[in-house]
């Protein structure tokens, strides 16, 4: 079956002929690999391996807690040594391992990476219309745990090792794939571990991970983003004090009152616009590829006109909240902690934030602007004592190769251009970026409608297409292969 993003009107002959060939109709051979095109890989032949491997790890329980990743590892483990490529399991605790695979290049090149996280978020199992870890084929699509979030590109990165050493690709450069535990919450377990105890096994110059993927209306693929950086997460406390009482004689000190009102400050309070090299490329290109009325928005977001701009973020905040996100280190009052009678009024109440900052920000200038939005001198501003992720030394640089080689591969793969984009959430690329490595998030192509619909990530009800799975190791595969292959 010819994919949809090959479908397109304005295809060239070579492009049209690459699809022929791509669903068998050149092919002269049912092998996975076809002699007559250099022995590249004869994608249509590979779609009962690709989904084969894909519903392996799916059907592993690998929510977290307690993630039991050490089934992915094993599971991989016996993959890889069937197929000749070392690998090697690295455990801080037995059940949540990590693994990683190489293939040798010749050294002329700094290694590449390419990871996905085994461990995914727990479920509510009486809510899942199919079983949450039976990789279920209903209607085109695959449902379970895990589809996007994150052993799609689990199963990109192995298909890729494999087809690598098959074909017996010649490399410039190693490729390393690694399966890390512990990314929903517990990455001392996997990235932590594996940066703090073992980085030479997965030290590289560029890394490919989970965070962008094709963005797909109306069943077409529209563009293609890739995370170039992402938002450093911070706590922010308050804490009121007030005089404890009974309740039936009312307080001026009320921690409570105290705390809600500080809480609706923060809650009404936008920090300021600030743009870098990767949110600005993304809402220009954006508005190039968006009807008219919608477009007007991203481009007066980004003028100097203070008027345009103010209309165009309040209209982001209202209908498109993860864009507005973007555009500014982002606050959230998500936890709010008081009392515990209702006839005694509480010494203290304290709520927490969510904080999002952006790459740049300054976390003490930060935390003071807060305390100025909340101006009570009976509430506490102050740090949580949560980890946070590293901040980054360097951002993928989109003049480089890999952003290049991405941006080719989406326009031959899904016939899109190629947005980069800033997460709004957090990634266990942090801790590799901080280490000096450019990293980039990718992923399968997904129905911008079934966020909203609950077919997500981290929904009750999970899933991705088959065909979108294909297409994704296609992407994956070219993309490692163009950046590793001998010139």
């Known amino acids: 079956m010819i994919r ?3 479908r397109a009107k304005g295809l060239g002959l070579a492009v049209a002929l690459a699809s022929l060939a791509l669903t068998g ?15 590249q ?6 779609e009962p391996e690709m989904m084969q491997q894909f519903q392996a790890v799916l059907r592993l329980d690998t929510r977290s807690p307690p993630g039991n990743e050490h089934l992915v590892a094993e599971y991989l483990k016996g993959v890889f040594n069937k197929a000749g490529i070392p690998a090697q399991i690295f455990a801080l605790d037995a ?7 190489r293939l040798k290049g010749n050294g002329k090149k700094r290694p590449i990476l390419i990871m996905g996280h085994s461990d995914v978020v727990t479920v509510d199992d009486a809510k899942w219309t199919f079983p949450a870890f039976g990789a279920t084929r209903d209607g085109g699509y695959v449902y379970a745990r895990g589809t996007v979030d994150d052993k799609d590109n689990l199963t990109g990165g192995l298909m890729t090792m494999l087809l690598l050493k098959r074909l017996n690709v010649p490399l410039d450069r190693d490729v390393i794939f690694l399966s890390e535990a512990g990314e929903e919450g517990n990455s001392n377990f996997g990235m932590q571990f594996m940066v703090n105890q073992h980085y030479p096994e997965i030290e590289a110059e560029y890394c490919l991970a989970e965070g962008g993927g094709a963005v797909r209306i109306g069943g077409v693929a529209k563009y293609t983003t890739v ?10 406390e308050l804490v009121a004090h007030g005089i404890s009482g009974h309740g039936s004689i009312p307080l001026k000190s009320n921690a409570i009152v105290h705390l809600a009102g500080a809480v609706a400050k923060v809650g009404q309070w936008r920090p300021e616009i600030r743009f870098n090299e990767t949110t600005g490329t993304y809402f220009r290109g954006l508005a190039s590829i968006s009807p008219p009325d919608v477009a007007k928005h991203y481009r ?16 982001l905040f209202e209908n498109e909240p993860l864009h507005s996100s973007m555009l500014r280190t982002s606050v959230s009052p998500n936890i709010f902690a008081g009392g515990y009678r209702s006839n005694v009024i509480p010494s203290e109440a ?10 740049d920000e300054d976390p003490i200038r930060f935390l003071e602007q807060v305390k100025k939005i909340v101006n009570d001198p009976a509430v506490d501003v ?9 901040a980054s030394v360097v951002d993928a640089r989109l003049d480089s190769e890999p952003y290049k080689a991405l941006a080719a591969a989406a326009t031959r793969v899904y016939n899109t251009i190629t947005l980069p984009t800033m997460s709004t959430g957090a990634t266990d690329m942090a801790q590799l970026r901080a280490r000096g490595v450019q990293c980039f998030g990718i992923g399968a192509a997904i129905d911008a409608e079934d966020g909203p619909k609950g077919f997500g990530m981290h929904s009750d009800q999970e899933r991705l297409l088959e065909t979108e799975l294909y297409r994704f190791v296609r992407y994956n595969y070219e993309v490692v292969h163009d950046l590793a292959r001998a010139k």
């Open 41 to 46: 890989p004869d994608w249509k032949a590979l």
């Open 4 to 6: 949809a993003g090959l």
């Open 95 to 101: 059940n949540r391992s990590n693994i990683v695979a």
């Open 382 to 390: 102050r740090f949580t004592a949560q980890n946070t992720k590293p």
């Open 300 to 315: 007066d977001v980004l003028s100097t006109d203070p008027k345009l701009r103010a209309a165009a973020d309040e209209w």
């Open 350 to 359: 304290k709520a927490t934030l969510d904080v999002r900052a952006l790459p």
């Open 227 to 236: 995370e170039t950086l992402e938002k450093i997460p911070r706590g922010i």
């Open 25 to 39: 109709v050149l092919a002269q051979t049912p092998s996975p690999f076809d002699p007559a095109q250099g022995r």
